[in-house]
Antibody, heavy 121, light 111 residues
Framework: QVQLVQSGAEVKKPGASVKVSCKAS????????ISWVRQAPGQGLEWMGW????????NYAQKLQGRVTMTTDTSTSTAYMELRSLRSDDTAVYYC??????????????WGQGTLVTVSS | QSVLTQPPSASGTPGQRVTISCSGS????????VNWYQQLPGTAPKLLIY???QRPSGVPDRFSGSKSGTSASLAISGLQSEDEADYYC????????????FGGGTKLTVL
């Protein structure tokens, strides 16, 4: 079955960086893009950006430009999201999701299980 | 504040029909399809409805979606206790080089 498995929880100090991984299985990795979405405690969903697993093209959310980098390793079918200069308001659960391209629009399916990143001094 | 507007809460009794609205603008819902995600407590979001009104395999036909103009709705009929969850609408927004936007989420309580 199609599955995305993410790396474990992280605790970081303000100003540090974090790199979250997302390992895909059950489908041809390079045929889909991966989006990253985060959810602060008790809050809604926020799209962070997208990477094509085919050619590495990216599209980042404007508010994260300059602090986020998304990459893929096609040899291991793994996507990565690195966020730098962490602040306390970056504390959130980070999800990866496969972006499916449909005839009339795209959607996210499935999602990874989520990775809690806590930023605290 | 989220780009798409949803009511923060909704409720119903078992067997009832409830609807959740999602309001946007011409750059998102007005020109692109809407998806709905269900997030059960403590779990990752799950695709519920895609392309306005399509159900993935395995999603009961009690769930249905619709879109008109710059608004969309999710309807749940024959409400069940296991439907208690947070529901999010999402759409592609054509502004700022394009990006995904979400609603703030609606917490559905089954009374």
């Amino acid at each position: 079955q199609v599955q995305l498995v993410q790396s474990g929880a992280e605790v970081k100090k303000p100003g540090a960086s974090v790199k979250v991984s997302c390992k895909a299985s059950g489908y041809t990795f390079t045929s889909y893009g991966i989006s990253w979405v985060r959810q602060a405690p008790g809050q809604g969903l926020e799209w962070m950006g997208w990477i094509s697993a085919y050619n590495g093209n990216t599209n980042y959310a404007q508010k994260l430009q300059g602090r986020v980098t998304m990459t893929t390793d096609t040899s291991t079918s793994t996507a990565y999201m690195e966020l730098r200069s962490l602040r306390s308001d970056d504390t959130a659960v980070y999800y990866c999701a496969r972006e499916v391209v449909g005839a009339t629009g795209n959607w996210f399916d499935p999602w990874g299980q989520g990775t809690l990143v806590t930023v605290s001094s | 504040q989220s780009v798409l507007t949803q009511p923060p809460s909704a409720s119903g009794t078992p067997g009832q029909r409830v609807t959740i609205s999602c309001s946007g603008s011409s750059s998102n819902i007005g020109s692109n399809t809407v998806n709905w995600y269900q997030q059960l407590p403590g779990t990752a979001p799950k695709l519920l409805i895609y392309s306005n009104n399509q159900r993935p395999s395995g999603v009961p036909d009690r769930f249905s979606g619709s879109k008109s103009g710059t608004s969309a709705s999710l309807a749940i009929s024959g409400l069940q206790s296991e439907d208690e969850a947070d529901y999010y609408c999402a759409a592609w927004d054509d502004s700022l080089n394009g990006h995904w936007v979400f609603g703030g989420g609606t917490k559905l309580t089954v009374l």
